[in-house]
């Protein structure tokens, strides 16, 4: 039994911790984490499901949507959200993040596999 649990332990270990090196987030990128946080804005949306329901999944805005039509909702605003004013730098900023947090996964995700020791991961896309 010992042996078995090393094996599996070694297994999981090794195999199971195969990620997608991330580019580490940019200098505007971070900027617009710093507003995004100051503004309190996953009172409202959510990022890979967390956050508040009022607003949309921001997970993947910028693949889905497009960066023009984020950078109309955040500078206008909409009747639900408010206009928070931000200034072209801020705005630039909020959509730098949104593109870098786009870049690291899909939400919900379309295509998944279950790892026969229990994982679940992203499956490459079919395309």
């Known amino acids: 039994m010992c042996a078995a649990f090393a094996v599996y332990s070694a297994t999981v270990y090794t ?3 195969d990620m997608p090196r991330l580019e580490p987030i ?32 921001l997970t993947n805005v910028i693949s889905n949507r497009g960066p023009a039509l984020a950078r109309a909702f955040i500078a ?8 928070l004013h931000l ?16 870049g690291t996964g899909r939400y919900p ?3 998944y596999e279950v790892k026969w020791y229990g994982t679940v ?5 079919p395309q």
Request: charged letters at 20%; one cysteine or more; a negative charge.
């Open 15 to 17: 195999s199971g911790t």
């Open 26 to 57: 940019s200098d505007e990128a971070r900027a617009g984490q710093l507003v995004f946080q100051k503004y309190n804005c996953i009172a409202c949306h959510q990022f890979y499901g967390l956050g508040g329901y009022m607003g949309p999944d």
């Open 76 to 83: 206008s605003g909409t009747a639900t959200m408010p206009n």
């Open 87 to 102: 200034d072209n730098g801020e705005i630039d900023a909020l959509i730098a993040y949104l593109t870098f947090v786009d």
């Open 109 to 111: 995700p379309e295509n």
């Open 121 to 125: 991961s992203q499956a490459d896309d």
